[in-house]
């Protein structure tokens, strides 16, 4: 048997401490609807659509008024075409906006999987339309052409209504076959669903297995918890990471043994120091693409940018989910807004990539001001431009790690990219050092001229890099 008190001293990889940003990836049947009411999550459609099934429910007003009450869930899998999809634009894009892992939605509640479930059931698109295995197609074109994009799979423990969830069934994820949601007589199928004994052993356990050692996840992000077999996935998952050489992780979420707690739409208003990862969607309310939403609403670089420095100032990591079209594309609103960001990221990466925590996150938990550290530089990030030619930071008492010496920057478009090959050391030689003060009180006051100032966007980051010698 595995043994859980070894497995649970298993701890998140470097390469994830690091990373500190991620895109996640809804993408499924639930694209081709492509809706839910305000203040909702568009990919539980399928719920939403028999709870309840009537006039009280938004989601079953709206499939009758637009596709009539002779269409079940399962008839959209044939809309679910992915005829524009392109595994590499979707990579160049996460790389331009300056991700360092992804976390691609390979099973939703709703049970159907972009992967080969092979015997386990046919309720995939490798056996129903489009008939491609688009994790494979996204796994090897990012291993073989974006080697430093980290892969990582979401996986949903359990089905909304697979009929073997029944044994295991709990809250919204009762299992059993959904009653038609405008002919209660009548039972909707679950396309493709093969027959098994028993839903844990059969097709949770070696569908999970399969993606960590058949298609190499390197992140378990489980999602619901509920009845589950980890505790033997994580001896497989980690045994398999350690014989091969990869670093891997799993969430909270998979029911045991977890590596990283995961606060859904929400922070931390304090620093942690157990590792956590924030995940919430480009759209204000929704993972899944939802056509109600308007542009305008969606997160855009600053407040990417800002919500990003405030999660890693706190230990986190922060995973930024989109949804693309049943076609497989990335709307422009989305794809600009995660460019704007990655421009930023280009030239003050330095002062997220690869940081920790410095003990006081920030001046308070409303502050406007990050401070983040490694053990050479300090990075003092304001959320408020700077003002006739100075930024004023209160340390509220704490001592700032600042001494006579040290040298100041505001990262701009131009200095060094982090990601150059020029040195830490010639980036700081090679930058404008900026004059700067620290009274007794603990107030720093440093002066940049505003030249400078305007040239940044979203969020100012002024790097220290101490006096070494």
């Known amino acids: ?91 160049d894009l996460f790389e331009n906006a300056g991700a ?22 046919h309720r995939s698109s490798v056996y129903l339309p489009p008939y491609r295995d688009f994790l494979r197609e996204f796994m090897d074109t990012a291993k073989a052409d974006y080697p430093n994009l980290h892969r990582g799979t979401y996986f949903s423990l359990p089905e909304w209504f697979n009929p073997y969830f029944a044994k295991y069934g709990f809250g919204q994820w009762p299992g059993g076959l959904a009653h038609n949601a405008f002919n209660a007589s009548e039972i909707e199928p679950y396309t493709g669903i093969l027959e098994i004994e028993d839903f844990l052993d059969d097709l949770q356990l070696p569908q999970m297995l399969d993606l960590a050692l058949d298609y190499e996840s390197e992140i378990m992000w489980c999602d619901i918890g509920g009845p589950n077999k980890t505790l033997d996935f994580a001896a497989q998952f980690y045994n398999n990471a350690m014989q091969t050489g990869r ?10 043994v977890p590596d990283f707690d995961t606060p859904e739409y929400a922070t931390f208003g304090s620093l942690q120091t157990r590792a956590w990862e924030t995940s919430e969607g480009m759209d204000p309310y929704s993972y899944g693409l939802n056509t109600a939403t308007n542009a305008s609403e969606y997160k855009n670089g600053t407040t990417i940018i800002q919500t990003l420095v405030d999660v890693v100032s706190k230990n986190g990591n922060y995973l930024l989910d989109i949804g693309p079209t049943a076609e497989g594309e990335i709307i422009a609103p989305m794809m600009n807004n995660l460019l704007d960001a990655g421009k930023w990221l280009n030239y003050a990466g330095e002062c997220v990539y690869n940081t920790t925590y410095w003990y006081q996150a920030s001046q308070s938990p409303t502050a406007s001001v990050r401070f983040l550290s490694t053990p050479t530089t300090f990075c003092v990030v304001a959320f408020v431009e700077p003002s006739d030619g100075k930024l004023v930071v209160d340390s509220g008492g704490a001592v700032l790690p600042l001494m006579a010496g040290d040298t100041i920057e505001l990262l701009g478009p131009s200095t060094p990219a982090p990601n150059s090959t020029i040195s830490s050391s010639t980036s700081s030689s090679s930058a404008t050092s900026l004059p700067w003060t620290l009274d007794d009180a603990g107030i720093l006051t440093i002066t940049v001229p505003e030249g400078q100032v305007d040239q940044v966007q979203y969020a100012w980051a002024f790097q220290v890099t101490y006096k070494l010698d």
Request: net charge negative; aromatic share 18%; glycine share 6%.
């Open 100 to 121: 360092k892992y992804f976390v691609l939605v390979t099973k939703h509640h709703d049970g159907y999987g972009l992967f080969d479930t092979k015997n386990t059931t």
């Open 1 to 91: 048997m595995p043994d859980e008190d070894v497995l649970s001293l298993h701890e998140t990889p470097t390469w994830w401490n690091q990373a500190k940003y991620g895109i996640f990836v809804h993408w499924g049947i639930y694209s081709v609807p492509a809706w839910g009411p305000p203040h909702s999550y568009a990919e539980w459609y399928d719920w939403s659509l028999h709870n309840p099934p009537n006039s009280s429910s938004p989601t079953w007003e709206h499939h009758l008024e637009t596709f009539g009450p002779d269409v079940v869930y399962d008839d959209f899998i044939a809309n679910f075409t992915a005829s524009k999809w392109d595994p590499s634009a979707w990579l």
């Open 247 to 256: 670093q891997v992780t799993m969430n909270n979420r998979c029911g045991a």
